[in-house]
């Protein structure tokens, strides 16, 4: 398991973006888009999870949908 500090995640908006462009990508469903970031910021699945929650929750309210 991997030892992950909050020190060493990644910022949310950071995150956020990265999700963005991938969503506009159309490579992926973006349910699925946990396994992305795990790979791209190498955080746990869990952190990975959270970060892709949040973004989903805040989808609307950052592009006025």
Do not use: C
Request: aromatic content about 12%; charged content about 25%; cysteine-free.
């Amino acid at each position: 398991m991997k030892d992950t500090t909050q020190d060493s995640l990644p910022t949310q908006e950071t995150v956020n973006l990265f999700l963005d462009d991938l969503r506009d990508s159309g490579i992926t469903n973006m349910y699925s888009a946990g396994t992305f970031i795990q790979n791209s910021f190498d955080v746990t699945k869990y952190d990975a999870n959270r970060f892709l929650i949040k973004w989903m929750e805040t989808y609307g309210e950052r592009h006025g949908s």
